[in-house]
């Protein structure tokens, strides 16, 4: 499952641990997290099928949302985790879309990141 392999290689990145530790969750955040973190989330997916069928391979679009307190920490936290997943072998996470935000019910910044991701099954 795609989600199970980026939440490893986002733990086992060193750089990505000292900002976060392990405070990477699914779809949402619990109450009173220390900041930055990250959400992650599938936003589609699709088996990879050819003329014969399918072909082992799932192609899903996930969403990671970079938290922080100031704007710089968030840029820097996607800049890491850009890093992380470009050198990942295991699976493909292709950056095809980032945009800037800000939370006002929170007061935290967001940079969202959309990755294609290509995982053999």
């Known amino acids: ?10 733990t086992a990145d060193t750089t990505v641990y000292a900002v976060t ?20 989330e599938c936003i589609s997916g699709q088996p990879v099928n050819g003329l014969d069928g399918y072909l082992g391979m799932d192609n899903s679009r996930m969403m990671l949302n ?10 820097e936290l996607a800049e890491d985790v850009h890093d992380c997943l ?3 072998r295991t699976f493909r996470a ?5 945009i800037d935000g800000y ?10 990141q959309d990755y294609s991701c290509w995982n053999a099954q």
């Open 1 to 10: 499952m795609i989600e199970t392999e980026l939440y490893t290689a986002l």
């Open 21 to 40: 530790s392990v405070r990477i969750y699914p779809v949402i955040m619990p109450q009173d997290v220390t900041f930055p973190a990250i959400t992650y």
């Open 66 to 75: 970079m938290w922080a307190t100031r704007y710089d920490e968030a840029k």
């Open 86 to 88: 470009n050198k990942i």
């Open 94 to 98: 292709l950056l095809v879309n980032h």
């Open 103 to 112: 939370d006002v019910e929170t007061g935290l910044y967001i940079v969202s």
